[in-house]
């Protein structure tokens, strides 16, 4: 069961108290500071004696650097006090570009949707990604169609975001999310209509499904929910009258099972190395994908 921070609860069978960060670990070292119990991983030197990592994290004076000492994700990302915060901001942009869509109109989506190469009436030019305006496979992941396209959307991002990005830490959350969005972008303007526009968050949340499935099969979770849920998307992707871009969910859906997998499954010794390779190896096929589509459009 886990412990309060304050809390010191002794092991009947020794005697010892329990590291207040690692509930199964008997201790006999406490904090200098705060006095609590702490094991050998939980504790950092200092100038007397060993402190806990929220000392040394609020700023002890002594003692190693804080970032040294914080405690990990799975992922190896640094644990923040607020692990969702990452995606209430991606949330709210979302919601400010939708409000803008609402206020401004036709034209603003227009400037900023994906669309491989056509002329769009309202811009009054020709206008796409092979035109240069590679700005549009970003931008289109922040644009949506209607309340029910960015209800659903938001849904998925809120129930999947959080986790993952507690168990990934922010940085490689954001990696996850933006590549995978990238990815869904970069198929779409690959194997799509170039007159066709496409705009959502689905590539990028598509990613997500994948990535979560990668970690619950690694945390050895029930995986027939996350399963379900995905076939039943796939289900309305490939259904005819959605007019669904599924080019982007798919892409989005193998960027974020390859990335997803390199992040819960890097070992310790290589972890930085092999996490953002895989980001890295995603983000070069999607620049393959738009430099061959362009190619063919010029």
Not at 257 to 273: C, D, F, Q, S, T
């Amino acid at each position: 069961m886990d412990k309060a921070p304050g809390s010191h609860q002794d092991d009947t069978h020794s005697g010892l108290p329990a590291c207040y960060r690692h509930a199964d670990r008997e201790t006999g070292v406490r904090c200098t500071r705060c006095e609590r119990p702490i094991c050998p991983d939980c504790m950092v030197s200092a100038s007397v004696g060993f402190q806990c990592p929220d000392c040394v994290r609020s700023g002890s004076g002594t003692g190693h650097a804080p970032s040294a000492s914080r405690p990990r994700t799975l992922a190896g990302g640094t644990m923040t006090a607020d692990p969702r915060l990452v995606t209430k901001i991606l949330i709210g942009l979302c919601l400010a570009a939708f409000l803008v869509q609402l206020s401004v109109g036709d034209r603003f989506t227009d400037s900023f949707d994906l669309i491989g190469r056509a002329y769009v009436p309202l811009l009054g030019d020709i206008e796409g990604v092979a035109e240069g305006q590679w700005y549009r496979l970003l931008t289109s992941m922040f644009l949506h169609g209607s309340y029910i396209h960015i209800l659903f959307n938001m849904m998925s991002l809120w129930w999947l975001g959080g986790p993952l990005e507690e168990a990934l830490g922010r940085a490689r959350y954001l990696a996850l999310y933006f590549v995978s969005g990238l990815a869904g972008s970069a198929l779409t303007y690959l194997l799509a209509a170039p007159n066709q526009p496409s705009l959502g968050a689905s590539g990028a949340v598509f990613g997500l499904f994948g990535a979560t499935a990668v970690l619950m099969r690694r945390m050895r979770y029930d995986m027939r929910p996350i399963i379900a849920l995905l076939v039943i998307n796939l289900i309305f992707t490939f259904s005819p009258g959605f007019n669904i871009s599924w080019q982007a969910h798919i892409g989005g859906l193998v960027a974020g099972v390859v990335i997803g997998y390199g992040m819960v499954h890097a070992p310790r010794e290589r972890r930085a190395l092999m996490q953002f390779g895989a980001c890295a190896l995603m983000l070069v096929a999607a620049l393959v994908m738009t430099l061959l589509r362009t190619g063919q459009l010029t």
